[in-house]
């Protein structure tokens, strides 16, 4: 059932696809998890569980019901010590019937470690498929021109070999490095500004450079802009800021810095461009403009053809939407897709929806999807990580709008009845396939006693307090938060970088409303009884988040993939000891200043 790749396929054909797909999910769903307990079903995993089940001698439906009923719901570190053999050399079908050669990692920004996850030539092709998908529901929207160009801040780490011989890095690594990556740019008749060298690199400061010399040098033939999060869109134009009469320089001599110091970048970048003073004069007179706007409109401007910035904005990446949007002024801001390290999940089939109102249509083929219903504690509970109830897994196709749930994942690449740890809520249906709105991830809580605020909560929260900043024509860089339980009482502490000067009473001022600003019932009645202290701002000083971006770089993640912790900065600190990493090298607690609202 599943489409055809090649040149010929229009967008129409995988809309079609699609449409089928959705319309018959439930069945589609049972089809899948036997496709892959046929291609999986003698590994050791899952013999250990199944036992001598003849899956070929079963009936779809009764192979779904023994499936889940006799196979255990897992987290990472239940099938971690079969990773982590395979990772070492076990050539034995531990999770995977095919011998597995590559590895993901994950970005490490969620849990304060990098983990294994499987990589195989299907992780590839539903990402290629997904791309595809995604982009046939942009183009009825935004109509591109054929041959177009694309600017992608997008970014390969390097690949390492584990103890056993397999091929690791993280997932987008492994995608530009894929004949897929090839594939995805001829399909969709797009093509990225910047050659494999650039993208390769394995230094992201300059292939940021380089990304935005050759964006510029293509600028009127660039459709669109994307990277995988809105994070490193944001990033890469606060670099322009910095960097644009460099630049320009480059544009009009068609010369390449010296900053850029690897030999083969070097050399395809300058195989590419050309002296083009008219158009370096026209940069120079638009960011000399741009300035005095504080850089409004940077995108229109610079790239007059693009119809839309594409990226990953929900979730942790929600609060660089405001700088975005700025940057990009009208050009429509359309969220990217639905996946995790460990799979693909739903393709956002309303593009010209905004971001903040973005749902994600299941796509039935990719994996088989369980849903655990979560429903909130009573108030008066006490427990150590989240205030959910949980209910016995549902298949898709029992899912209700309205409910929030666990997403459970069995994979093709050896993940199964795997909780994700994402938080999602049924907000409709794409005719038979769920859509889903993100909420948040389970882990990712602040809590002292009985009070739990998620990261969707801390988000509004700050961007609250945040708001005040604009008395001071001051701008909220990026924020993370702990949860101190060391001094009591025990409370909540919220760092800030701030762009600007901001006296001590507009910052007390916003220390006073975000400390009011969480309705979370057991905070609101902790603070009340003063079993959970005043909240505390704290000041860091300009480039800290900066510091903890090179900090994760330089373990292995990728810049495409990196979300700021936004949740336990000390959390950090301890994957600094893991990794036998001086703590001087990040000074994430270099505070300047700190405001408690009494």
Known sequence: MEPVCNNQSSGHDIIRWFEDVSENAELVQTQTLRRILELNGGVEYLKKWLGDVEIHDVDACTLESLYTSLVPLVSHADLEPYIQRTANGDSAPLLTQQPMTTLSLSSGTTEGRQKYVPFTSHSAQTTLQIFRLAAAYRLRVYPTREGGKILEFIYSSKQFKTRGGLTAGTATTHYYASQEFKIKQETTKSFTCSPEEVISSGDNKQATYCHLLLGLFFSDQVEFITSTF???????????????????????????????????VRKAVLDIISPKPKLASKIEAACKELEDLDWSGLVPMLWPNAKYVYSIMTGSMQPYLKKLRRYAAGVPLVSADYGSTESWIGVNVDPCLPPEDVTFAVVPTFSYFEFIPLHRHKHDCNLATDDFIEDKPVPLSQVKVGQQYEIVLTTFTGLYRYRLGDVVEVAGFHRGTPKLNFICRRKLILTVNIDKNTEKDLQMVVERGSQLLSKSRAELIDFTSHADVVNQPGHYIIYWEIKGDV??????????????????????????????????????????????????????????????????????????????????????????RSYIHD
């Open 503 to 592: 006296e001590d009473r507009v910052l007390r001022e916003c220390c006073r409303e975000m400390d009011a600003s969480f309705v979370d019932h057991g905070y609101v009645v902790s603070r009340r009884s003063n079993s959970i202290g005043p909240l505390e701002l704290r000041i860091v000083e300009k480039g800290t988040f900066k510091k903890i971006l090179e900090y994760f770089i330089g373990n292995g993640s990728a810049l495409s993939q990196f979300k700021t912790p936004s949740i336990d900065l000390d959390d950090l600190v301890s994957f600094k000891s893991q990794c036998n990493i001086k703590t001087s090298a990040v000074q994430v607690t270099e505070v300047k």
């Open 230 to 264: 809105a994070y490193s869109i944001v990033q890469s134009f606060i670099t322009f800021e910095e960097l644009w009469r460099d630049l320009c320089i480059d544009i009009r001599d068609g010369t390449l810095s010296k900053r850029i110091n690897i030999p083969r």
